[in-house]
């Protein structure tokens, strides 16, 4: 399987910062027209440049949450707010990874990635789809088709296409989370380099321990439905992170001290 090779730019390794936040919730609640109250009394800070995620049981609202964060839903009520002038998702700056790569079964690798430029109304975007491709290890595949793929090139296609605008925050929903244990593993590191060498703002839901462990800066901790956030995790381990820090008992203490905040938060009912 190919891998993660983030091609480097000057800009790209300089050093990032996060002393500012780049969006921050304020007392987000969401309810649906069904009456399901999914969030409640969410509020979080995400700093430029940092890898946080968002890890609690199936159904707490993490994914909403991420979706509103996105601008694909409107908070019920609380503030959604972008200290740097960020307003929305408008001119890419912000880069989507869903649960399912949701590949055009019809069109190349390439044009896949390139669809978010396209509905942008860009016309010379080869360019920026092959840095994309290159990023993710695909460069080789641009002219194959999402059937010819893996599932784990499948989710990569994903990822180059929502870094294809050079988005400054990206978010992904789980994107992992149907894949087999060894491809997984390989995708978090792989995943851990591009974060290094590009240095976007990750916020990354999902409902492993050990994962959100193995690639955070941060845990947000949530509750069941209604969600909120229940306790925050430094995981203070430095990068990179290899498979000897996934042997170690120092991960082995953090995935101690997260599941333990996980399972309290399990029973908290808001």
Not at 176 to 199: P, S
Request: proline share 6%.
């Amino acid at each position: 399987m190919p891998g993660i090779k983030p091609v480097m730019t000057e800009q790209m390794a300089s050093s990032p910062t996060i002393a500012n936040s780049i969006v921050s919730l304020r007392d987000v609640g969401k309810t649906f027209d069904s009456g399901v109250v999914a969030l409640a009394g969410l509020s979080l800070d995400v700093h430029a440049g940092e890898f946080v995620s968002l890890l609690g049981p199936s159904g707490c609202g993490k994914s909403t949450a991420l979706r509103i964060v996105a601008g694909l839903s409107a908070p019920s009520r609380g503030t959604v707010e972008w200290p740097q002038g960020h307003a929305d998702a408008a001119a890419g700056a912000i880069g989507f990874v869903f649960q399912e790569p949701t590949l055009m079964p019809w069109a190349s690798v390439a044009r896949n990635v390139e669809l978010p430029l396209s509905l942008a109304g860009v016309a010379q975007a080869r360019e920026a789809v092959a840095t994309a491709l290159a990023h993710v290890g695909l460069a080789d595949f641009a002219a194959a088709f999402p059937r010819e793929l893996s599932g784990g090139m499948k989710m990569r296609v994903s990822i180059a296409r929502a870094l294809v605008t050079e988005p400054r925050l990206l978010l992904m929903d789980e994107p992992f989370a149907a894949l087999d244990e060894i491809t997984r593993f390989k995708l978090n590191n792989d995943l851990l380099l591009l974060w290094q060498a590009l240095r976007r703002t990750v916020i990354f839901v999902t409902h492993s321990v050990f994962e959100s462990v193995y690639l955070s800066q941060r845990i947000i901790v949530m509750t069941p439905r209604p969600g909120h956030v229940f306790a925050e995790i430094a995981i203070p381990a430095p990068y990179p992170r290899d498979e000897r820090f996934r042997t170690s008992a120092e991960y082995a203490g953090y995935c101690r001290q997260v599941a333990e905040t996980l399972a309290a938060a399990m029973g908290e009912r808001g």
